[in-house]
């Protein structure tokens, strides 16, 4: 066990639906990371939070949003989802703002039917 | 093309081989640089982490940067049935950026 934590750890909507994803980020740490892994892609960079702030953005599409909440667990939505959408969702999290030793969850696998 | 390139494999080894992985990139502002292990429905953990050219040995595992070629190597030596996983390389220009990652090489390393 990592310490990062990541419900629901598989789920399978149908196109046009609405999802949220939870993390919860190992004890003491503020940063919070979510990547997309498919398998054309590999992993992508979506966004980052930092004791509740926003602060970096990748390749999150516009119908993708995300928050961190002053527990410091995380939330990703995803709305309007399309096949292309499927695919594994990881959320990583570090003690501060730097990018050393990552702790990824086990994500949560997303299937659009 | 892609920032960081990664060759898929599969990369099948006898127990006991020294494992030869590698990645190459395009981007010469990286300066950190970080070899990840993904077993299977897992998410990645760290393995080596180094800053700018040069080699780094950390147990069975030797990571070597060189950023004239930007080209990155991981090497794990007496490789193990339990080595078997994807490895995945990574990369930033900065501590405080987010992490490019290669899309990983799975490794086979038979008894």
């Known amino acids: 066990d990592s310490g990062v934590t990541q419900t629901p750890k598989h789920l399978i909507t149908a196109t046009g639906q609405r999802v949220t994803l939870r993390c919860s980020p190992r004890?003491?740490?503020?940063?919070v990371y979510w990547y997309q892994q498919s398998l054309d892609q590999g992993l992508q960079f979506l966004i980052q939070?930092?004791?509740?702030?926003?602060?970096a953005k990748g390749n999150i599409l516009e119908r993708f949003s995300a928050q961190q909440f002053p527990d410091l667990h995380s939330e990703l939505n995803l709305s309007s989802l399309e096949l292309g959408d499927s695919a594994l969702y990881f959320c990583?999290?570090?003690?501060?703002?730097?990018?050393?030793?990552?702790?990824f969850g086990s994500g949560t696998r997303l299937t659009v039917v | 093309q892609k920032e960081v390139e990664q060759d898929p494999g599969p990369l099948s080894v006898p127990e006991g081989a020294i494992v030869s992985l590698n990645c190459t990139y395009s981007?010469?502002?990286?300066?950190?640089f970080m070899w990840y292990r993904q077993y299977s429905r897992k998410g990645p953990e760290l393995l080596m982490y180094?800053?700018?050219?040069g080699n780094k040995e950390d147990g069975r595992f030797t990571a070597q940067v060189d950023k004239s070629s930007k080209y990155i190597s991981l090497f794990i030596r007496d490789s193990q049935p339990s080595d078997s996983a994807t490895y995945l390389c990574?990369?930033?220009?900065?501590?405080?950026?987010?992490?490019?990652f290669g899309g990983g090489t799975r490794v086979l390393v038979k008894p």
């Open positions: 939070y930092y004791n509740g702030e926003e602060r």
């Open positions: 990583a999290s570090t003690p501060d703002t730097l990018n050393y030793g990552y702790t």
């Open positions: 180094t800053y700018s050219s």
């Open positions: 981007n010469s502002a990286f300066q950190y």
């Open positions: 990574a990369m930033s220009e900065d501590a405080g950026n987010k992490l490019t």
């Open positions: 004890s003491g740490d503020l940063s």
